[in-house]
């Protein structure tokens, strides 16, 4: 591993990862993640139950960090493309898992997960009144990193200019029609 990572989760997040880059998730133990970190297996169960306490963990991460840079700029092109190239750099784990019985499950990390970060989006007395359209961002914005995963021939500059443009639309409409209502 190039990066220097003392917390041990991450060492073993970078590790799952450079794992998954060439074995499908249905291969991955923890034996063989535990001999590849050069760590004794009661370490690995001290932070995380199972493989997929570690893969969610590593996803959540993941999702944070770019979640975060967007929203934090404003669906600025820039941050769109900035968490398209994290996404790139996560074809390859995403392709190995889309291939495994865990498929599902990881999807509903995902859901859950940035369904959560819209919702910050909303004021909580609206929250209730807004469950299907916090459902149709979160299952749209997720539909589309899933295109960028399984179409190669997207462009990411171009993407992330159509991202930002669909971001600051559900931006302005939500604050014009939807919040005074």
């Given at each position: 591993?190039?990066e220097?990572?003392?917390?041990?989760?991450?060492?073993?997040?970078?590790?799952?990862?450079?794992?998954?880059?060439?074995?499908?998730?249905?291969?991955?133990?923890?034996?063989?993640?535990?001999?590849?970190a050069?760590?004794?297996?009661?370490?690995?169960?001290?932070?995380?139950?199972?493989?997929?306490?570690?893969?969610?963990?590593?996803?959540?991460?993941?999702?944070?960090?770019?979640?975060?840079?967007?929203?934090?700029?404003?669906?600025?092109?820039s941050?769109?493309?900035?968490?398209?190239?994290?996404?790139?750099?996560?074809?390859?784990?995403?392709?190995?898992?889309?291939?495994?019985?865990?498929?599902?499950?990881?999807?509903?990390?995902?859901?859950?997960?940035?369904?959560?970060?819209?919702?910050?989006?909303?004021e909580?007395?609206?929250?209730?009144?807004?469950?299907?359209?916090?459902?149709?961002?979160?299952?749209?914005?997720?539909?589309?990193?899933?295109?960028?995963?399984?179409?190669?021939?997207?462009?990411?500059?171009?993407?992330?200019?159509?991202?930002?443009?669909?971001?600051?639309?559900?931006?302005?409409?939500?604050?014009?029609?939807?919040?005074?209502?």
């Amino acid at each position: 591993m190039s990066e220097q990572v003392n917390f041990l989760p991450d060492k073993l997040w970078l590790m799952l990862k450079k794992l998954l880059q060439d074995t499908d998730l249905d291969r991955v133990t923890v034996k063989n993640l535990c001999t590849e970190a050069k760590i004794h297996r009661a370490t690995f169960y001290r932070y995380f139950s199972d493989i997929l306490a570690l893969l969610e963990y590593g996803l959540k991460k993941e999702l944070s960090d770019s979640l975060n840079h967007i929203i934090d700029d404003k669906g600025s092109v820039s941050s769109f493309k900035s968490f398209f190239k994290s996404c790139y750099d996560l074809k390859e784990i995403a392709l190995n898992i889309q291939e495994t019985k865990y498929h599902s499950i990881i999807r509903d990390i995902k859901l859950d997960f940035v369904q959560a970060y819209i919702k910050q989006s909303f004021e909580e007395e609206d929250v209730l009144s807004h469950q299907i359209l916090i459902h149709f961002y979160t299952t749209g914005f997720i539909g589309l990193v899933d295109l960028f995963f399984t179409n190669s021939s997207l462009d990411i500059d171009s993407f992330s200019a159509d991202m930002s443009c669909i971001y600051q639309h559900i931006h302005d409409d939500f604050n014009t029609h939807l919040r005074h209502k």
